[in-house]
């Protein structure tokens, strides 16, 4: 546990034969003798080549803003209730197609149809562009999004959603992927005819290899009253964990993503909303055992809901099995879900 | 029987400062101190995240 470069003697200077520390000049393989009588505190030893090491690393790009969370939100069970069963097709190497079929206790049943679309314009190993994604569903309501490639470094996106024949959302934003650095600029439901509208700029910097930091700015305008909202994030990235925070002057969150063992993950979060008046913390963590083709997700949080989801491919048919329970102890509430995949 | 009186005196004692603690950290209604509690649950969260050990679900079982 803890980093790569934690607790370790700094190794004799490889081939150079150059001592950093007292500038001396020594045959390869020979370490550099202490020519101080009083013993460096063992921190000192232990920091610099970490340091150096950092120094020497060039620094990456530190991904898209929204995902400085995820790791440890994918950790925790999604709820669901009911029943649904999915079915995928694929037609080509290009075109898939799919229904979504839910019966619900709590909410409205549902048919959707979904379809997307990949295109044949490779920017990497898995990642082809353009992409659109759309599902609609039986009364005509549609989710759709449209994401392209558009230079090494541009990606943009588009998405829409209507409620039967009203637009309800439509959004666009553009990604900029650096060297070291990412910035994102969303525009959402811009409407020039009733001067309305959202901007959202996100920029995300790596300042070392595992620390990166970055700045959310959203403004909103409708007619007759206009504000806008900042927060700052900071993401450190350890060998085996990464620690997330965002503060602003809604809230915070707090995040801690920590990879026990292949099998096992484990991710803790706190939300504070000053807005709200409330804070709440959550743990959960997630077993995957391949060789059973089991996932198991389980979560518990400080408003009394304890949650876990059971996913199990039944090979060798194409399908896949999804149970879902949560249980809210202070409001004495279960709801239950079961799901199957085909394809 | 003075001493089973202050052996009862003190378990009661005990049981109303938890039960009193335990009232105090549930409550809702103090923003602040609702935070303060979960800052400490989360540090909790984090402690325990940290010093799991690994183990593999898939070793075989000890023979006994």
Known sequence: MGGVLAASPPAPPPGAGSSASLGLTVPPGFGTPSVSSVVPPTGETKETPRRQLEAETPLINPGAFDECHRKCKDVFPLQMDGVRVVVN??????????????????????????????????????????????????????????????????????????????????????????????????????????????????????????????????????????????????????????????????????????????????????????????????????????????????????????????????LPLPLSLLLCSFLNHRKNKVQVGFGITVG | MSGSNVKKGSSSRAMEWISSACRFAADKNDFRRNLLVNLGLFAAGVWVARNLSDFDLMSPQPVT
């Open chain 1, 89 to 314: 097709k694929g037609l080509s190497n290009h075109f898939q197609v799919n229904h979504s079929l839910l019966l619900s206790t709590s909410g409205e049943s549902s048919y959707r149809f979904g379809a997307t679309f990949v295109g044949s314009k490779q920017t990497g190993p898995a990642e082809f562009f353009p992409v659109m994604v759309g599902d609609m569903d039986s009364s005509g309501s549609l989710n759709a999004q449209i994401i392209h490639q558009l230079t090494a470094g541009l990606r943009s996106k588009l998405a829409f959603q209507t409620q039967q024949h009203k637009f309800v959302n439509w959004q666009g934003d553009a990604e900029f992927r650096g060297k070291d650095f990412t910035a994102t600029v969303t525009i959402g439901n811009p409407d020039v005819l009733a001067g309305s509208g959202i901007i959202v700029a996100h920029y995300l910097q790596s300042v070392t290899p595992a620390v990166a930091l970055g700045a959310e700015l959203v403004y909103h305008r409708r007619p007759g009253e206009e504000g806008a909202v900042t927060s700052l994030v900071g993401r450190y990235t350890g060998s085996n964990y990464v620690a997330t925070l965002t503060v602003g002057s809604a809230g915070a969150h707090a995040s801690y993503y920590h990879k026990a063992s292949d099998q096992l993950q484990v991710g803790v979060e706190l939300e504070a909303s000053t807005r709200l008046q409330d804070t709440s913390v959550s743990f959960g963590y997630q077993l995957d055992v391949p060789k059973a083709n089991l996932l198991f997700k389980g979560s518990v949080d400080s408003n009394w809901v304890v949650g876990a989801t059971l996913e199990k491919k039944l």
